[in-house]
């Protein structure tokens, strides 16, 4: 099989979250670019309704569905969307602080959307694959912070460590349907939102002097990981996690 054949997914539906920007358009935009038809949501309309049009003005198929995943309710009304052959679980959030300042209030907001929010809309969807029959493809949008710890992200480190702990038992729980669970583990990427922190000078030094290959990512380098996960190309992959990290955890 070759490498075209295998990163086409003409009659595929994919769903992912947080999709109004960053890493979740740059994803979205990647799939659809080889086939996919590509359900978009978050809480932004309008930033979805921008992702999609340019989706479609290049010839991809997109649809919008604006939710808040934080609620419960908004997560099991995905169902009726699906079923879809491939979920890219991105939404997330981060309140960077140190440890000692932490509060109740924050502490729920980051580990109920990173975790809570991730698990349930990634068991909404498998449900979806198990009952229709498709043996498809869950990819959880972790952190290098998942693999190693992180000054001032306590509370991230804790939430994206557990992703990666409930993305290897869902691997083995869906193994039997022939459904593949894995994660992308992103190191300090380059986004609309990040953008204002990488022009401090001493913040962007800091991190590329833990970046071996001496850049920063950009959302492209996290959407091909996906495309991959995505593909028949990682057809043998299951339990694993993609570290698209310019070798921060190597260190």
Not at 120 to 125: C, D, E, K, L, Y
Not at 128 to 155: F, K, L
Not at 211 to 235: E, Y
Request: charged letters at 20%.
């Amino acid at each position: 099989m070759t490498a075209t054949k295998v990163y086409d997914l003409r009659g595929q539906r994919a769903l992912v979250t947080g999709a109004g920007r960053g890493i979740g358009e740059a994803c979205a935009k990647t799939l659809a670019a080889v086939g996919a038809e590509v359900v978009l949501t978050a809480r932004t309309e309008k930033q979805l309704e921008q992702v999609r049009d340019g989706i479609i003005k290049s010839g991809g198929k997109a649809s919008v569905h604006a939710a808040d995943i934080c609620s419960m309710e908004a997560v099991n009304n995905l169902k009726k969307l699906g079923p879809f052959n491939i979920l890219v679980n991105n939404a997330g959030n981060n309140i960077p602080e140190h440890f000692c300042e932490v509060s109740e209030e924050r502490f729920d907001k980051v580990m109920g959307l990173n975790v809570k929010s991730a698990f349930f809309v990634a068991q909404v969807v498998a449900k979806g694959m198990v009952e229709s029959g498709i043996r498809g493809s869950i990819i959880h949008v972790s952190s290098q912070m998942g693999i190693v710890g992180g000054q001032n992200r306590t509370v991230y480190c804790a939430s994206k460590h557990a992703m990666e702990g409930f993305s290897k038992s869902m691997a083995l729980d869906l193994a039997e349907n022939g459904i593949r669970v894995n994660t992308v583990c992103p190191t300090f990427i380059e986004t609309d939102l990040t953008r204002p922190f990488m022009e401090e000078k001493e913040f962007k030094e800091y991190i590329l002097s833990r970046i071996p290959l001496g850049h920063v990512g950009q959302a492209d380098d996290v959407a091909n990981a996906v495309l991959f996960l995505a593909s028949d190309m990682s057809k043998m992959m299951t339990g694993s996690s993609i570290k698209v990290d310019g070798g921060w955890t190597a260190v």
